[in-house]
């Protein structure tokens, strides 16, 4: 008799429509944290739609890195995260080496480009954003977009904080003013004989707390599920925002809710891939530490209370030291 084989599980990735809480219904509101909650405890994956950023402003900020990402590679330079003390700007292919799985993974196969908030130059990360001045609107179209992505994860961590029987509030102050990231991504499609080799980008958790993932029709991001370790497809809904847990939640949850592995295949299509991920990391200072929530009585944390700074850093260097990036310290 031949071997028994075991269909490969089915993993849920809900989309989770938060129009009704964001219109002030309260079941509405009961509802969307309960799904989170699921979410959250299981694969850590999500896809939100009939949220707050309009298409228009999506369209125009996706038509902008297109434009973007089609400039001269030595025009790109000109803004090249080398020259920034506080990473920012762009990012060549090969920068970075997300893998957390395999040493002898190829570095990340796309290229970035990335802002955060305006700061005068300070802790790691903190400091200007460096603009292409060659595109006009870019950065109009650009900042439109971060303000709207920075509003939805606002409501988004509200939730967040509902489903684990929280004050509504609770994140407000953390989520607000981030020293978080808008990094968008160009994967150039992979030639067949290099394909199953490459990676757009290599397994890896988010460093973070909450992702807010644009990602278009052409898709290759996957999830893995970790009791089988198979790999699983996140399907492109059009405008949706995938939403993910970083490490920071993990930790705050004491492994309730998953920082999970995902990866991205470059595209095979012939097609380019455009992706864009909003990392809301908080502020830096915050110390993150398990919450009152996540521990039965008498229950140690699993994690020691760990500064945002510190761990960003730690995750920084390794993943782009990995590919040879130096990085500003
Ligand atoms: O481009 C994507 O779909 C995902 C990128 C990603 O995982 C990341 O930037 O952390
Ligand atoms: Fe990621």
């Known amino acids: ?61 996706l038509a902008a890195i297109a434009r973007f990402f089609a400039l001269p590679v030595s025009e790109k330079e000109k803004v090249s995260q080398s020259l920034s003390k506080c990473h920012r700007g762009y990012e060549r292919i090969g920068g970075q080496k997300l893998d957390e799985l395999d040493d002898s993974a190829t570095p990340d196969q796309k290229e970035g480009f990335s802002i955060r908030p305006e700061r005068p130059l300070g802790k790691f990360l903190q400091g200007p954003n460096q603009w292409p001045d060659s595109l006009d609107g870019f950065r109009e179209d650009y900042m439109a977009y971060f303000t709207a992505v920075h509003e939805l994860s606002r409501s988004i961590f509200r939730l967040l904080a509902l489903s684990l029987d929280l004050p509504e509030n609770h994140f407000d102050a953390f989520a607000a003013d981030p020293d978080g990231e808008l990094s968008s991504h160009h994967y150039p499609p992979t030639p067949v004989d290099v394909a199953g080799r490459t990676r757009g980008v290599g397994a890896h958790t988010d460093f973070g707390a909450l992702t ?3 990602q278009d029709e052409v898709g290759g991001l996957e999830v893995l599920h970790r009791p089988t370790g198979t790999w699983h497809n996140v399907p492109p809904v059009k405008g949706a925002y995938v939403c993910n847990i970083g490490d920071l939640m993990q930790i705050w949850t004491n492994n309730r809710y998953k920082s999970t592995m995902h990866r991205v295949i470059s595209p095979l299509s012939g097609k380019d891939r455009y992706s864009c991920a909003f990392f809301n990391d908080g502020a830096l200072d915050t110390l993150v530490e398990c919450l009152p929530t996540c521990i039965a009585p008498g229950e140690k944390p699993v994690y020691e209370p760990l500064k945002v700074e510190k761990h960003l850093r730690q995750r920084y260097m390794q993943s782009y030291g990995a590919a040879g990036t130096v990085l500003a310290a």
Do not use: W
Not at 6 to 17: G, K, L, M, W
Not at 22 to 48: P, T
């Open 1 to 61: 008799m031949g071997s028994i084989s075991e269909s490969p599980p089915t993993v849920e990735i809900p989309i989770i429509d938060i129009s009704g809480y964001l219109a002030g219904d309260a079941e509405a509101r009961r509802k969307a944290a309960l799904q989170i909650r699921h979410a959250c405890e299981n694969q850590g994956f999500l896809q939100v739609v009939g949220h707050s950023v309009s298409q228009e402003i999506q369209h125009r900020f």
């Open 212 to 214: 807010l993932l644009l």
